[in-house]
């Protein structure tokens, strides 16, 4: 069975930092691009960021283009996502998928972590 597991909550002030990550397991996570959507509250899904197999290639949303950093630790199956100079535009729910391709259309999901960034 297919999990993507995210791993706590988090809470940072308005321009701090945090780690959210997610662990998979049920497949073999080295042979997929992995994914970061997130959903802040009443507005649509948005898409994030994406890291492919072996983590030598990413790519960010505009919105946190130079702020955020995603890498993957295919030993652990691992995903992690860093964010730096945090807004409460940023408050959201953060969700791990399986695959590439933009905000929706992902087969399998994590059940999302919940980040606030507080002002």
């Known amino acids: 069975e297919v999990q993507l597991l995210a791993l706590g909550e988090a809470w940072c002030s308005l321009g701090g930092y945090l780690r959210v990550s997610c662990a998979a397991s049920?497949?073999?996570?080295?042979?997929?691009?992995m994914t970061w959507i997130r959903q802040a509250p009443g507005k649509e899904l948005e898409w994030v960021s994406v890291i492919n197999e072996g983590g030598t290639w990413s790519n960010y949303g505009d919105s946190v283009k130079g702020r955020f950093t995603v890498s993957r630790d295919n030993a652990k199956n691992t995903l992690t996502l860093e964010m730096n100079s945090l807004n409460t535009e940023d408050t959201a729910l953060y969700y791990c998928a399986r695959g590439r391709a933009g905000a929706t259309g992902y087969e399998y999901w994590g059940q999302g972590t919940l980040v606030t960034v507080s002002s």
């Open positions: 049920g497949f073999t996570f080295r042979h997929y691009h």
